[in-house]
């Protein structure tokens, strides 16, 4: 007994000594965080009130504020919300502020005005780039505004928002005019959290219900089963109950208040969570408030390890900080964990929390810690401490690729990349002044100006000969039956790349060494035909015309039936949305597809209104339309929510006048088979239109335009003021958002065996919030047309993205998109800026094939994109293996740039 009770001592003493269990109240508290934020009092100054427009001078934005009379009364838009709703009033708050309520007001005017909002919407922002819609726990984005001019109305933010920036788009349920004026209600943010990371909650199965304990306000991005890049119900200051089906929150739904996670989904026996910060700080504690129902199996973690990372580009400090927690199953109480973080530096954290049960519900996390100053000694300098004086020797010696120099006169200082030169030399002339050693600091400088120059007439030299042997190299080189000179293969029976029925040109051959697949699924190599031969396209290295000519087939590398996710069977093609043959299937998928009734929406031709034609395919044209009125339209399964009187830009397929009754089957053919994608990342087929002539298919189309319009619009964000560039910034982090999106969609077309056989970042669409969707507009608009190389006036190629083999030999096949999507990677890291080979001739990208099919050890890859780390770019050198069967599948490549996107943030990225 003396010994139970002696253990009995030192385990609540250990208890109270490691911090373990606190009051739920140390929890950051929102009902006391209702402090106006400054509309009213002029603390937030005039400039950082903007406006999308304004109906005059004495409407600007800067007149918004509540119970404010200045200038005409409030802020009023040039024109009427009433249908777009994209007029919105932006309020920036300096920093990141935790907003529990809003004002509204309508224009007053000294009793003159008749202006106010019945109904308006929030959107906020942490970057000023990605905006999130604000919707309350039950889903709704309107809230209620004003029935007056002259009364305020005070509205409930729940849940609450953590944002810098928020903006107010006023609504109206018809045209008319709207005026408004605001105010902002909370706090300052004070734990510094900007993002979270952690996978969804999971549903728990009770006898009597289903209990959803996923995080429903998390305004970040969900892909591939993981929640990143933004934050939600784990902060919003809520403490669930201790009986965890009791909700503080009325009116939503029982386990609301808590975000739950099943043991079973986690091999490791741990949940997995990281926390990104705005700066490095010194960590304190973390307090985790956790359900404690063992009649239930739910309880507390047992341990907890938590690692810390001080910036993006350090690696995680080996030592975690580790608490190990004595369960208490006789207590169900609900309780706060606080685990001491010993002030470690950090500003990304990774903690790992150990299931002592099947289930861990968690309902809030909060952290106290002290921001360090920016030049903390800890943190890693990557120059070394400036000096006092640097003498003119070492001014000579500098390798001349790291001259920085700022324009100085004589007499002062000037940086030279951390280093100080001490005055002496005014180094916009270059000349020396008036010193006692001021001759052998000319001949020093003299002498360094000889070398430079003789080293550059050698480098120049050496260029010039390089270049030299290379052209005769090739002017030596005659193309013969047995030289394995890159030839454009055209299109066989295997893959149709130009679905033109009755199109010009020389007969189609199988080709010899086509993977043959028997009726039992076994594979064979075909039989050796020494007389069998392919058709291809000469490109002579003399500059004559280029004719058709028979050439022994070469002997390539085949994948193996080993390979599931490459399809290399026999496939048609379909036409795109645009007539661009983009996605290919399996002829027998096709088939059994087009051979059932599937049921087709049919939509309204009354309600499209013609906006641009997009381009013309091979049925027809092709035009951007809107939606008028969407919603009128209850039979329509939209993709997406749109809000009530908002229009829906969508892309019109048309089946030309003339077509033929082959073109007519074909066109119908394609609507069935199109019907069965359904994918959120690929654009989906809406509905058709098939009453009367012209036929019509109606896909979706996102306002944002494509991907490589869009990001060549933006510059990468690296910490720089904001009026740095006149181009919008976007993040690292959004880039890989952007890819990994797209390999989502490309995952789901290689699971059905589709082969898209286009992919680039001009067939790629942008949406709300960096949404990605896979189309195929990039080969129907004029705009990118150099990005395809015909063939002699039939077939068009993206050369650049296509693999080895589909150059060489029409082979498309599931590997050739992983090498597509290895470019469209290439493009989004560079924003789009340049061509992929930008420094090559499209024969020479042909020829480069070649070189890559010899495996000669001259072919040429794109470079490593400047914001790029080394393990992203040898992912992208995988996709441009020689050997298909070494190509990561899109699953794989899925993984590795979720598990990359884990260590990076929304700062800037430096080599």
């Given at each position: 007994m003396?010994?139970?009770?002696?253990?009995?001592l030192?385990f609540?003493?250990n208890?109270l000594?490691?911090?373990?269990?606190?009051?739920?109240?140390?929890?950051?508290?929102p009902s006391?965080?209702?402090?106006?934020?400054?509309?009213q009092?002029?603390?937030?100054?005039?400039?950082?009130?903007?406006?999308?427009?304004?109906?005059?001078?004495?409407?600007?934005?800067?007149?918004?504020?509540?119970?404010?009379?200045?200038?005409?009364?409030a802020w009023?838009?040039?024109?009427?919300?009433?249908?777009?709703?994209?007029?919105?009033l932006?309020?920036?708050?300096?920093?990141?502020?935790?907003?529990?309520?809003?004002?509204t007001q309508?224009?007053?005017?000294?009793?003159?005005?008749?202006?106010?909002?019945?109904?308006y919407?929030?959107?906020?922002?942490?970057?000023?780039?990605?905006?999130?819609?604000w919707?309350?726990?039950?889903?709704n984005?309107?809230?209620?505004?004003?029935?007056?001019?002259?009364?305020?109305?005070?509205?409930?933010?729940g849940?609450?928002?953590?944002?810098?920036?928020v903006?107010?788009?006023?609504?109206?349920?018809?045209?008319?005019?709207?005026?408004?004026?605001?105010?902002l209600?909370?706090?300052?943010?004070?734990?510094?959290?900007?993002?979270?990371?952690?996978?969804?909650?999971?549903?728990m199965?009770?006898p009597?219900?289903?209990?959803n304990?996923n995080?429903?306000?998390?305004?970040?991005?969900?892909?591939?089963?993981?929640q990143?890049?933004g934050?939600?119900?784990?902060?919003?200051?809520?403490?669930?109950?201790?009986?965890?089906?009791?909700?503080?929150?009325?009116?939503?739904?029982p386990?609301?208040?808590?975000?739950?996670?099943?043991?079973?989904?986690?091999?490791?026996?741990?949940l997995?969570?990281e926390?990104?910060?705005?700066?490095?700080?010194?960590f304190?504690?973390?307090?985790?408030?956790?359900?404690n129902?063992g009649?239930?199996?739910?309880?507390?973690?047992?341990?907890v390890?938590?690692?810390?990372?001080?910036?993006?580009?350090?690696?995680?400090?080996p030592?975690?900080?580790?608490?190990?927690?004595?369960?208490?199953?006789r207590?169900?109480?609900?309780?706060?964990?606080?685990?001491s973080?010993?002030?470690?530096?950090?500003?990304?954290?990774r903690?790992h929390?150990?299931?002592?049960?099947?289930?861990?519900l968690?309902?809030e996390?909060?952290?106290?810690s002290?921001i360090?100053?920016?030049?903390?000694?800890?943190e890693?300098?990557?120059?070394?401490?400036?000096?006092?004086?640097?003498?003119?020797?070492?001014?000579t010696?500098?390798?001349?690729?790291?001259?920085?120099?700022?324009?100085?006169?004589?007499?002062?200082?000037?940086?030279?990349?951390?280093?100080?030169?001490?005055?002496?030399?005014?180094?916009?002339?270059?000349?020396?002044?008036a010193?006692?050693?001021?001759?052998?600091?000319?001949?020093?400088?003299g002498?360094?100006?000889?070398?430079?120059?003789?080293?550059?007439?050698?480098?120049?030299?050496?260029?010039?000969?390089?270049?030299w042997?290379?052209?005769?190299?090739?002017?030596?080189?005659?193309p013969?039956?047995s030289?394995?000179?890159?030839?454009?293969s055209?299109?066989?029976?295997t893959v149709?790349?130009?679905?033109?029925?009755?199109a010009?040109?020389?007969?189609?051959?199988?080709n010899?060494?086509?993977?043959?697949?028997?009726?039992?699924?076994e594979?064979?190599?075909?039989?050796?035909?020494?007389?069998?031969?392919i058709?291809t396209?000469s490109?002579?290295?003399?500059g004559?015309e280029?004719?058709?000519?028979?050439?022994?087939?070469?002997?390539?590398?085949v994948?193996?039936?080993?390979?599931?996710?490459?399809?290399?069977?026999?496939?048609?093609?379909?036409?795109?949305?645009?007539?661009?043959?983009?996605?290919a299937?399996?002829?027998?998928?096709?088939?059994?597809?087009?051979?059932?009734?599937?049921?087709?929406?049919k939509?309204?031709?009354?309600?499209?209104?013609?906006r641009?034609?997009?381009?013309?395919?091979q049925?027809?044209?092709?035009?951007?339309?809107?939606?008028?009125?969407p919603?009128?339209l209850?039979?329509?399964?939209?993709?997406?929510n749109?809000?009530?009187?908002?229009?829906?830009?969508?892309?019109?397929?048309?089946?030309?006048?003339?077509?033929?009754?082959?073109?007519?089957?074909?066109?119908?053919?394609?609507?069935?088979?199109?019907?069965?994608l359904?994918?959120p990342?690929?654009?989906?087929?809406?509905?058709?239109?098939?009453?009367?002539?012209?036929?019509?298919?109606?896909?979706?189309?996102?306002?944002?335009?494509?991907?490589?319009?869009?990001?060549?619009?933006?510059?990468?964000?690296?910490?720089e003021e904001?009026?740095?560039?006149?181009?919008?910034?976007i993040?690292?982090?959004?880039?890989?958002?952007?890819?990994?999106?797209?390999?989502?969609?490309?995952?789901?077309?290689s699971?059905?065996?589709?082969?898209h056989r286009?992919?680039?970042?001009?067939?790629?669409l942008?949406?709300?919030?960096?949404?990605?969707?896979?189309?195929?507009f990039g080969?129907?608009?004029?705009l990118?047309a150099?990005?395809y190389?015909?063939?002699?006036g039939?077939?068009?190629?993206?050369i650049?993205?296509m693999?080895?083999?589909?150059?060489l030999?029409?082979?498309?096949?599931?590997?050739?998109?992983v090498?597509?999507?290895?470019?469209?990677?290439?493009?989004?890291?560079?924003?789009?800026?340049?061509?992929?080979?930008?420094?090559?001739?499209?024969?020479?990208?042909?020829?480069?094939?070649?070189?890559?099919?010899?495996?000669s050890?001259?072919q040429?890859?794109?470079?490593?994109?400047?914001?790029c780390?080394?393990?992203?770019?040898?992912?992208?050198?995988?996709?441009?293996?020689?050997?298909?069967?070494?190509?990561?599948s899109?699953?794989?490549i899925h993984?590795l740039?979720?598990?990359?996107l884990?260590?990076?943030?929304?700062?800037?990225?430096?080599?």
């Amino acid at each position: 007994m003396g010994k139970l009770k002696m253990a009995s001592l030192l385990f609540w003493f250990n208890l109270l000594l490691g911090l373990c269990i606190a009051e739920p109240d140390a929890h950051f508290d929102p009902s006391s965080c209702r402090y106006a934020l400054g509309m009213q009092d002029r603390t937030i100054p005039d400039e950082d009130i903007t406006a999308s427009s304004a109906w005059s001078d004495s409407t600007e934005a800067k007149h918004s504020r509540l119970e404010s009379n200045d200038g005409d009364g409030a802020w009023c838009p040039l024109g009427p919300v009433y249908p777009n709703y994209e007029e919105f009033l932006q309020v920036d708050l300096r920093n990141l502020h935790f907003l529990t309520l809003v004002g509204t007001q309508g224009r007053d005017g000294g009793g003159l005005g008749k202006e106010f909002a019945r109904h308006y919407q929030l959107r906020y922002s942490r970057d000023g780039f990605k905006w999130s819609q604000w919707r309350d726990r039950w889903g709704n984005e309107v809230i209620e505004g004003n029935e007056n001019t002259h009364d305020s109305v005070l509205k409930d933010l729940g849940p609450p928002m953590i944002a810098r920036y928020v903006r107010f788009y006023p609504m109206a349920d018809r045209v008319m005019s709207v005026c408004l004026r605001v105010e902002l209600y909370g706090c300052v943010w004070q734990d510094g959290l900007r993002s979270y990371t952690s996978p969804p909650g999971n549903v728990m199965s009770l006898p009597s219900m289903l209990v959803n304990l996923n995080d429903s306000t998390y305004d970040g991005f969900t892909v591939g089963g993981l929640q990143y890049g933004g934050l939600g119900q784990l902060t919003d200051g809520v403490i669930g109950a201790d009986d965890f089906l009791q909700h503080k929150e009325q009116g939503v739904w029982p386990g609301y208040d808590y975000v739950g996670w099943m043991s079973s989904n986690f091999p490791k026996g741990y949940l997995e969570m990281e926390f990104e910060f705005d700066a490095l700080r010194s960590f304190t504690y973390m307090r985790v408030h956790c359900n404690n129902m063992g009649s239930s199996d739910i309880q507390i973690f047992r341990r907890v390890d938590c690692y810390f990372k001080r910036s993006l580009h350090t690696p995680w400090d080996p030592q975690p900080v580790t608490l190990s927690l004595a369960l208490d199953v006789r207590d169900p109480s609900a309780r706060t964990v606080t685990v001491s973080l010993q002030g470690r530096a950090a500003r990304i954290l990774r903690c790992h929390y150990y299931f002592s049960s099947q289930w861990l519900l968690i309902s809030e996390i909060s952290f106290l810690s002290d921001i360090l100053d920016a030049t903390d000694p800890e943190e890693p300098s990557p120059l070394p401490p400036p000096k006092e004086t640097l003498p003119p020797p070492a001014v000579t010696k500098m390798p001349q690729h790291t001259s920085k120099i700022a324009t100085t006169s004589i007499g002062t200082t000037a940086s030279l990349n951390g280093h100080v030169l001490e005055a002496g030399i005014d180094i916009r002339m270059n000349q020396p002044i008036a010193k006692d050693d001021s001759g052998d600091t000319s001949i020093l400088i003299g002498c360094l100006v000889v070398i430079i120059l003789l080293l550059l007439v050698v480098i120049i030299l050496i260029l010039w000969r390089q270049r030299w042997k290379r052209l005769l190299g090739k002017a030596q080189r005659r193309p013969s039956d047995s030289d394995l000179t890159a030839h454009l293969s055209l299109p066989t029976d295997t893959v149709v790349i130009n679905n033109t029925h009755n199109a010009p040109g020389p007969p189609r051959h199988a080709n010899r060494y086509e993977r043959i697949i028997t009726s039992d699924g076994e594979y064979q190599e075909p039989s050796h035909n020494p007389r069998a031969k392919i058709t291809t396209l000469s490109l002579p290295s003399d500059g004559a015309e280029g004719g058709y000519r028979e050439l022994e087939t070469p002997k390539l590398p085949v994948c193996p039936p080993s390979v599931p996710h490459y399809a290399e069977a026999d496939i048609v093609t379909l036409q795109g949305v645009t007539g661009g043959n983009t996605y290919a299937v399996p002829a027998l998928t096709a088939d059994s597809l087009a051979s059932k009734d599937l049921p087709l929406c049919k939509f309204p031709r009354g309600h499209l209104l013609f906006r641009e034609k997009l381009g013309e395919g091979q049925f027809g044209e092709v035009h951007l339309c809107e939606v008028v009125n969407p919603h009128e339209l209850p039979t329509l399964q939209f993709p997406f929510n749109m809000r009530k009187g908002r229009s829906l830009l969508v892309a019109v397929k048309l089946l030309r006048a003339d077509a033929n009754k082959n073109a007519r089957s074909d066109f119908l053919k394609e609507l069935k088979i199109l019907s069965r994608l359904s994918d959120p990342h690929i654009i989906r087929l809406l509905g058709a239109c098939l009453d009367e002539d012209p036929l019509c298919m109606i896909t979706e189309y996102m306002e944002n335009g494509d991907l490589n319009q869009f990001l060549s619009s933006h510059h990468l964000d690296e910490g720089e003021e904001n009026g740095a560039h006149c181009l919008p910034a976007i993040s690292y982090s959004s880039l890989l958002h952007v890819a990994l999106q797209i390999c989502s969609g490309m995952k789901y077309l290689s699971s059905l065996n589709f082969v898209h056989r286009d992919l680039a970042s001009r067939n790629c669409l942008v949406g709300e919030n960096l949404t990605i969707k896979i189309a195929d507009f990039g080969m129907s608009r004029n705009l990118y047309a150099g990005d395809y190389y015909r063939i002699q006036g039939r077939a068009v190629l993206p050369i650049r993205w296509m693999a080895w083999e589909c150059i060489l030999m029409g082979k498309f096949t599931t590997a050739s998109d992983v090498w597509a999507f290895g470019v469209t990677l290439w493009e989004i890291l560079m924003l789009c800026k340049e061509q992929p080979y930008g420094e090559l001739s499209d024969e020479d990208v042909i020829e480069n094939a070649g070189e890559i099919f010899r495996d000669s050890k001259k072919q040429i890859f794109l470079f490593r994109p400047p914001p790029c780390p080394q393990p992203l770019y040898e992912l992208m050198l995988q996709c441009w293996s020689r050997d298909c069967r070494e190509r990561p599948s899109f699953q794989d490549i899925h993984a590795l740039i979720t598990s990359h996107l884990l260590c990076c943030s929304t700062d800037e990225l430096k080599e």
